[in-house]
């Protein structure tokens, strides 16, 4: 079981930055962790992922150059600092794990609750 929970959403105005953080905990050993958002009416999008070691990651198109996900062993949390924000990101963002290298949400196993970000224009 792997239980994760995300922080650091809010209010920010167009241009400005957010970061997120989901912490794990459980058996996160072998997991990658995924950031995905979600807004009503819409199916869930894939953002980002990191590789348990932090060595390899991957971004949507929409945030590459705009959003880097980090990650901090010792804390076992991952972050998701994002710059530049614009109004089309204002979404629930949630982090999820896999055991697999993948950005189909259907295959991430455990999910947090989510945290919102709402970018003022």
């Known amino acids: 079981q792997v239980q994760l929970v995300e922080s650091g959403g809010g209010l920010v105005q167009a241009g400005g930055s957010l970061r997120l953080s989901c912490a794990a905990s459980?058996?996160?050993?072998?997991?990658?962790i995924g950031w995905f958002r979600q807004v009503p009416g819409k199916e869930r999008e894939f953002v980002a992922r990191?590789?348990?070691?932090?060595?390899?990651?991957y971004y949507a198109d929409s945030v590459k150059g705009r959003f880097t996900i980090s990650g901090d062993n010792a804390k076992n949390t991952v972050y998701l600092q994002m710059s530049s924000l614009k109004p089309e990101d204002t979404a629930v963002y949630y982090c999820?794990?896999?055991?697999?290298?993948?950005?189909?949400?259907?295959?991430?196993?455990?999910w947090g609750q989510g945290t919102q970000v709402t970018v003022s224009s």
């Open positions: 999820a794990a896999t055991r697999y290298t993948t950005s189909n949400a259907q295959l991430y196993n455990y």
């Open positions: 459980g058996r996160t050993f072998g997991y990658y």
């Open positions: 990191i590789s348990r070691s932090g060595d390899s990651t």
